[in-house]
């Protein structure tokens, strides 16, 4: 209840100051209606009260909807009334304190309300305005094709040339093939032969792809290599790449998704009216300062000293360095970035969409080299 009674205080208390329409009465006559009460010369009309217990939520009118409740609620109500007519008269209203609070508390009942309607009102988008945005931004709205593969990796190295590296991914194509038809022997093989440490740990799965020329990660050789084949469950003849050979089996695959202005004709409305929801609360503001003569002192407000205890300084530096401290220990290495991205991956499978443009922020340690992704 003690919340209550505060709460009513705060919207109750008003300054009565001087402007274009003159001196604000905080006691207004009203004998439209039944006196609830009346103190220090004034009635408080049922009126007055319901305008203010209307603008409760639902949740705080079922909490005093009984009659025992209702009666304590509509008492605190003009006790309020009450004790800002005594602050008053003992002169609350000359503490700058309180005076700053007030404006501020009528600065944001003003934005949430008459401001807000007035910019709901602007926010009309038309059906040009849509399409142009929709025909600039259009590869956003749509999904390339994607596949899934995994590969094996055959290096050439100081001891395999590059004749004897072909020869051997030829060998291990074959292999494959020929043991195509038992479950995870792909996997057994990339074990088995694989110089791609990161990927042969996960049986030589690389997850899901795009196209290189549509920005997938992969060197265009092994994305060439692996949108050529066919049907799910395809193996490549050797793929050269500048990481040796590679060869490819293919284990899924997403067809391209194209999106019509008719299917996200609503969420480009949306996005336009938050866009210039912001704008035109901008330009509103700039319009009041124009009308009132607005200036500001930036040296002034500059000089105004901000007097900070040591105990929170030192609490403020000390989450700046344990953020950091998180920072440097976030710094994943090629396996961690792969197996996040795999983790992406399949929750895209799984029709899970990660947030902002989907892709995986991370950054990569100095000496880790991502294979077979493109440079």
Known sequence: MKKILLFVCAVFVCVSCSCDKGNVNLYPE????????????VKISDKYVKT??????????????????KEELMSKIVEAEL??????????????????????????YYSGTKLKTQIEESLKIS??????YYEE????????????ASHILIKVTEGRD?????????????????????????????????????????????????RTEEGGKMVKEFSDGAFALKEVGDISDPVESEYGFHVIKLTGRKEKIERSFEDVKNSIENTLKTEKRKTSFEDIVDGIKKELGYKFNKDAA??????????AKDASDNFDKSQKLKLKDHLLSADQIKKLK??????????????????????????DKKVPDKQ
Do not use: C, H, W
Not at 35 to 41: I, L, M, N, P, S
Not at 137 to 148: H, L, S, W
Not at 345 to 367: A, D, R
């Open 30 to 41: 009203d004998n439209s209606g039944k006196t609830v009460a009346e103190f220090g010369g």
């Open 52 to 69: 203010y217990v209307d603008s409760f939520n639902d949740y705080i009118k079922s909490r005093y909807n009984t009659p025992e409740r």
């Open 83 to 108: 004790v800002a007519m005594k602050a008053i008269k003992d002169g609350a209203l000359d503490d700058p304190l309180l005076l700053s609070q007030i404006k501020n508390t009528i600065a944001r």
């Open 127 to 132: 059906e040009d305005e849509m399409k142009k």
């Open 137 to 148: 931004k259009k590869d956003t709205f749509n999904t390339p094709e994607k596949v899934k």
């Open 162 to 210: 590059k004749e004897a590296a072909k020869k051997l991914a030829a060998k291990v194509a074959d292999e494959a093939r020929k043991a195509a038809k038992d479950m995870g022997s792909f996997a057994k093989l990339a074990e088995k032969y694989s110089e791609d440490e990161g990927s042969k740990k996960r049986g030589g799965d690389l997850g899901y792809f795009e």
């Open 302 to 311: 500059m000089a105004i000293e901000i007097s900070v205890s040591q105990s």
């Open 342 to 367: 795999q983790q992406q991956q399949e929750m895209e499978k799984n029709g899970v969409k990660p947030e902002g443009n989907g892709n995986i922020k991370i950054q990569l340690n100095n000496n």
